[in-house]
């Protein structure tokens, strides 16, 4: 038995709108990322550090967006200065992206 491609990573940017509280709306590529990367991020949420828990948004966010060429879009000490609505949108953008949308199956 093989897995096909739908099990494994695209190279393939998607192209989310992001709304941010103000109303304005700003179209952004995202990449997939793979899950060990996503396990991090689960792993960050609950580490007794309150450090890496702070950072785990910003650090997910960095994994996933990417300029429309494909090279990263921002870095990690940018990512930590985002605004709390703009970080929540953005990772809602990534969730969405890897399946963890609200849409996503298995969601009810």
């Not at 950072?55 to 605004?83: C, F, N, T, W």
């Not at 949108?89 to 849409?103: E, F, M, Q, R």
């Amino acid at each position: 038995m093989s897995l096909n491609k739908d099990f494994f990573v695209s190279d393939t940017l998607h192209e989310r709108t992001v709304k941010l509280p103000d109303g304005s709306e700003h179209p952004l590529h995202f990449a997939e990322i793979p899950a060990t990367e996503f396990r991090r991020f689960q792993m960050a949420e609950f580490s007794e550090d309150e450090d890496v828990r702070a950072g785990s948004m910003a650090k997910l966010i960095v994994a996933s967006l990417r300029e429309p060429d494909g090279k990263p879009a921002i870095k990690y000490e940018q990512a930590i200065l985002l605004k709390p609505a703009a970080a929540k949108a953005l990772t809602a953008a990534v969730l969405d992206v890897n399946g963890y949308g609200k849409d996503a199956p298995g969601k009810e």
